[in-house]
């Protein structure tokens, strides 16, 4: 309540919108990365998935909820950060196979949203998916800078058993053209 655009919602996202942000993610993605993950609603439903809990780096802003994920999930990888600031970091740079993210990027300055996107690509392998979910009725990554970051946005789904009522993009990079 005290910051409500740096979180995405008072209320932690539901069950339904866990499994579907993380529908596409299991055992064999190999290392997930999850900005902003809170109290940890999608960080359970990727465990659930098969994802291993080495696996997992997480990489939240907010002091209290980074240390309480560091008591959920002793063996992830906790970064207590900015998301913004990810592509500086040593995180197994071309090794992450999938980012999911809750962060409010309808709520994010373009220049912001690059770096996060830019940050997290740069970390990901070749066929590496950025997650994102939003409660606007389209992708909450403006057309263009998808263009100037080489990306596309497809929507995977949405679900009303949220609240508010929330929908899944899938990011990826474009394939290059013969």
């Known amino acids: 309540m005290q910051n409500p655009l740096g979180i995405a919602s008072v209320t932690p996202s539901s069950r339904s919108l866990a499994q579907l942000i993380t529908s ?15 109290t940890g609603v ?3 439903a990727l465990l659930e998935r098969g994802v291993s ?13 980074a240390e309480m994920l560091k008591s959920r999930y002793p063996l992830a ?18 090794q992450i ?16 949203v690059i770096a996060i996107l830019d940050g997290s ?5 070749r066929n590496g998916r950025f997650y994102q979910f939003t409660y606007g009725p389209k992708c909450p ?6 263009d100037r970051l080489g990306l596309r946005a497809v929507r995977i789904g949405g679900t009303l058993q949220n609240f508010p009522p929330a929908a899944v993009y899938r990011i990826s990079r474009r394939k290059p053209m013969n």
């Open 24 to 38: 596409e993610i299991d055992g064999h993605t190999g290392r997930v990365m999850e900005l902003g993950p809170g």
């Open 42 to 44: 999608f960080t359970r």
């Open 53 to 65: 809990e080495t696996d997992l780096t997480l990489v939240e802003r907010e002091y209290g909820f």
């Open 77 to 94: 990888h906790i970064l207590n950060m900015d998301a913004a600031r990810v592509k500086s970091c040593a995180i197994d740079n071309g």
């Open 97 to 112: 196979g999938a980012t999911v993210s809750g962060l409010p990027l309808l709520s994010m300055s373009p220049k912001l």
């Open 121 to 125: 690509f740069s970390h990901m392998d």
């Open 141 to 146: 990554v403006r057309r263009e800078l998808l």
